[in-house]
């Protein structure tokens, strides 16, 4: 059984940084893909970033393009989601989510992804 937490989260002042991490068992990171989603209060949930089995194969949504950045330890198969120069709009409920494979084109989609985590608060105040 695939398990997904998502420990970390918090608040802070716009500006700020906040580093996610994402510690699984059941399934191994290096050979999975993984996503960071988001989910703002009265909104849908949205993609933020992901990676594939190589480290260097990561894609990011626009809106957080050159300010968040995922990574793994695959020694440790924990993911994270370093985020920096963090605002307002970022405040949501952060998911991460894998699955075996993914496809390229559809590596913003969440039904892709069959293992979410419970999720973490980060409220970001101006």
């Given at each position: 059984q695939v398990q997904l937490v998502e420990p970390g989260g918090g608040a802070v002042q716009a500006g700020?940084?906040?580093?996610?991490?994402?510690?699984a068992s059941g399934i191994t990171f290096s050979r999975s893909t993984t996503g960071w989603f988001r989910q703002a209060p009265g909104k849908g949930r949205e993609f933020v970033a992901a990676m594939r089995t190589s480290r260097t194969d990561t894609y990011y949504a626009d809106s957080i393009k050159g300010r968040f950045t995922i990574s793994r330890d695959n020694a440790k198969n924990v993911v994270y989601l370093q985020m920096n120069n963090l605002q307002p709009g970022d405040t949501a409920v952060y998911y991460c989510a894998s699955s075996s494979w993914v496809i390229v084109s559809a590596i913003q989609r969440e039904d892709v992804y069959h293992n979410w985590g419970q999720g973490t608060q980060v409220t970001v105040s101006s």
């Amino acid at each position: 059984q695939v398990q997904l937490v998502e420990p970390g989260g918090g608040a802070v002042q716009a500006g700020g940084a906040l580093r996610l991490s994402c510690a699984a068992s059941g399934i191994t990171f290096s050979r999975s893909t993984t996503g960071w989603f988001r989910q703002a209060p009265g909104k849908g949930r949205e993609f933020v970033a992901a990676m594939r089995t190589s480290r260097t194969d990561t894609y990011y949504a626009d809106s957080i393009k050159g300010r968040f950045t995922i990574s793994r330890d695959n020694a440790k198969n924990v993911v994270y989601l370093q985020m920096n120069n963090l605002q307002p709009g970022d405040t949501a409920v952060y998911y991460c989510a894998s699955s075996s494979w993914v496809i390229v084109s559809a590596i913003q989609r969440e039904d892709v992804y069959h293992n979410w985590g419970q999720g973490t608060q980060v409220t970001v105040s101006s």
